[in-house]
């Protein structure tokens, strides 16, 4: 059986640190035979969240704006696993990333109020991988707390994650090799326990 891996790039500009540590994540689990789709999120056209004032989706819990995001629904909808990457902003998730959350509402209504299944697959995996400037040991909490709640609400739990302090400058992931070490060994070891 191939597993199906979606890595998605939340970054705040292409080839970032944290996109850097998912492509050698997804290298990793390409190379234990995963099937791959990457999606950058600054690539993608993704309107923000109407269902509150349209509450179009309550009832149906099929969002109608017509954007990027219906790509990703059904992505997220036939992945076996997610590898998620950000770097921190004020102690979140940066906007793009928030916006793709916000837009899962629609999965969360199909999922608590119209109590349907929104995967025809198990629990998927989940793999976050963030970067943070500072070496502060709370840098990374709201944001872990913000991505877990996504996971749950997509039918994935948390398997792995990697944080990664110190790195505030384009490229600087590339000096800590035992961060690109662990991306990739745990993206190889996600998709062979997996199979």
């Known amino acids: 059986m191939t597993i199906s891996v979606l890595g998605i790039a ?14 050698k994540a ?45 790509s990703i629904y059904s992505a997220i909808r036939s992945s076996d696993l997610i ?8 102690r979140s998730v940066p906007a793009q990333t928030k916006q793709l959350f916000d837009r899962t509402q629609a999965i969360w209504v199909s999922k608590y ?14 793999f976050i991988i963030s970067t943070a400037d500072t070496d502060n040991s709370r840098e990374f909490d709201g944001a872990i707390q ?25 490229n600087d992931v590339y000096s800590n090799k035992n961060a690109l070490e662990t991306a990739y060994q745990t993206g190889f070891r996600l998709v062979k326990n997996s199979s």
């Open 10 to 23: 939340g970054g705040t500009r292409t080839n970032g640190n944290s996109e850097i540590l998912l492509d």
């Open 113 to 126: 109020l119209l109590h349907e299944h929104i995967r025809n697959k198990n629990i998927g995996k989940g």
């Open 26 to 70: 997804l290298r990793g689990a390409s190379e234990a035979g995963g099937d791959i789709i990457k999606i950058s999120l600054l690539d993608r056209s993704i309107s923000s969240c109407i269902c509150p004032q349209s509450e179009d989706c309550l009832l149906t819990g099929i969002c109608t704006v017509q954007d990027d995001m219906q």
């Open 83 to 90: 590898f998620i990457s950000f770097p921190i902003a004020f």
């Open 146 to 170: 913000s991505t877990r709640s996504w996971l749950t609400t997509i039918d994935f739990k948390e398997e792995e994650r990697l944080l990664v302090s110190k790195v505030s400058q384009l």
